[in-house]
């Protein structure tokens, strides 16, 4: 129960340079406040690799090992045969289990997205939904943060389909936009 609720206050996202690419959407943004004082309390670092765990993000990924406060990564994000599948791979090497939620990833196109799942997959992250992982996370309606969850997941549960829907009439399927990779420690 403890580490489930660890869980819910370890945020990390990280961001590609800022030249050329848009910055974290601004509701993601509101959630996360970056410090520059203390690296294993920054939660957004900037970055050139494509993977999430880089230079400045391992000594905090591997805090999470050291300490024993995470051995799973859960990951959401964009361009997923890129970012996300790059840092789900490193992830893995480093000896994490990986949970990518399915609905909270995107990429351009489904043939890139859908075959990057396929490759997390067979590298043995564990794919899952965002309402899934929640609800496991959880455990019980009995969780202090229940409500708010649950709220959460009705919203997520309109939006996907209002993205359905705006991507099946969109000449590119392309619904909207976010940059970068988010991680959460479980």
Known sequence: MMRRRIFLQQRRSSRPHRHGVRHTVPRLRQLITSSDQDVNSKVVFSKTDFSMVTADTKPVIENYKTFGTAKTIVLCGWETHVCVLQTCLDLLELGFGVWVVEDAVGSQRNRDRAAAIGLMRQAGACITTLESVLFLIMKSKDHEKFKEIQALVISHAKNV???????????????GTAAGTGAAAL
Do not use: F, R, V, W
């Open 161 to 175: 389909k209002a993205i359905g829907a705006s991507a099946s009439t969109s000449t590119n399927g392309i619904a």
